[in-house]
C-alpha cells in the first residue's frame, strides 16, 4: 500500500478552485490514484480516481503528475457543501484511508 | 444516494457481549469491504468478502468476522466486544473481486458504542 501524505488542512473561498495536493512517492505501477470525501457523520464518497492520465468528470478533476509521486484534486468552483475531509488513496484492490485534508470552504 | 444500506444507525453494548452489524449492498455488486471509523480518523479496512468468501483481511483479530449473502446482503459480527471496538462501521460495495479501478459505494454507517 502506498502512504499518501496530504496537508492537514486547508481553506477556500467560495467559488474559487480548490487545489487539494497529495503526495504518493512510494506509489507502484498497478496501483490507482483514488479520491473520496466524507461529510461529518456521512460515509465516504466517490470523487475521481486514475492511473497515469489526468481525468474530469462533473464533479472533480484529476491531475497527476508524470512520475505519479503525486497528484491534486481540484475542485473548480467550490460551494459551502464541499466542506469535508477529502482523502487521496493510493492503493491496489482495497482502499487504505489516511487522515484526510480538512477543507473549509468560506462564504 | 449510494443504494447501501446499513442496519442499524447506531447501537450500545456492553464490553463482553457480541454485536452483528448488516449491509445491503447495491444490486449486482458482487464485493462488500468493511471498515472501522475511530472518531477523528480515516476508515480503517477490517475485511473483503467477493461472492461470499472472504479474499482480503486488515489487521483485525479474528474475533471479527464477517458473512456474505448471495442477496447481496452481508454481516459483520464482533465477538467479545472491548472498549476500543467503539466507532463507526462502515460498508461499501463494488462490482467485481479485486475492487480495483472501481468506484467503492459506502453506506452512512452504524455507529457502536461499547460501555
Known amino acids: 500500500d502506498a502512504k499518501t501524505t496530504q496537508p492537514t488542512s486547508m481553506d477556500c473561498a467560495e467559488g474559487r478552485a480548490a487545489n487539494l495536493p497529495c503526495n504518493h512517492s512510494?506509489?507502484?505501477?498497478?496501483?490507482?490514484v483514488y479520491w473520496y470525501r466524507q461529510i461529518h457523520s456521512q460515509g465516504p464518497q466517490y470523487i475521481i480516481h486514475?492511473?497515469?492520465n489526468n481525468e474530469t468528470n462533473e464533479m472533480a478533476s484529476l491531475i497527476i503528475t508524470e512520475d505519479r509521486k503525486s497528484s491534486t484534486l481540484i475542485l473548480p468552483h467550490a460551494t459551502l457543501r464541499d466542506t469535508a475531509v477529502y482523502y487521496c488513496?493510493?492503493?491496489?484492490?482495497?482502499?487504505?484511508f489516511g487522515q484526510g485534508t480538512i477543507l473549509t470552504v468560506h462564504p | 444516494e449510494t443504494g447501501v444500506t446499513q442496519s442499524p444507525t447506531h447501537l450500545i453494548k456492553t464490553r463482553g457481549q457480541q454485536v452483528t452489524l448488516r449491509c445491503s449492498s447495491q444490486?449486482?455488486?458482487?464485493?462488500v469491504s468493511w471498515y472501522q471509523q475511530a472518531l477523528g480518523q480515516g476508515p480503517q479496512f477490517i475485511f473483503q468478502y467477493y461472492r461470499e468468501e472472504e479474499n482480503g483481511r486488515g489487521n483485525f483479530p479474528p474475533r471479527f468476522s464477517g458473512l456474505q449473502f448471495p442477496n447481496y446482503s452481508s454481516e459483520l459480527n464482533v465477538n467479545a466486544l472491548e472498549l476500543d471496538d467503539s466507532a463507526l462501521y462502515l460498508c461499501?460495495?463494488?462490482?467485481?473481486?479485486?475492487?480495483?479501478?472501481?468506484?467503492?459505494?459506502f453506506g452512512s454507517g452504524t455507529q457502536l458504542s461499547v460501555l
Open positions: 444490486s449486482g455488486h458482487n464485493t
Open positions: 512510494t506509489i507502484s505501477g498497478n496501483e490507482y
Open positions: 486514475g492511473l497515469k
Open positions: 488513496i493510493a492503493d491496489y484492490g482495497k482502499l487504505t
Open positions: 461499501a460495495s463494488s462490482l467485481s473481486g479485486t475492487a480495483n479501478n472501481e468506484k467503492l459505494f
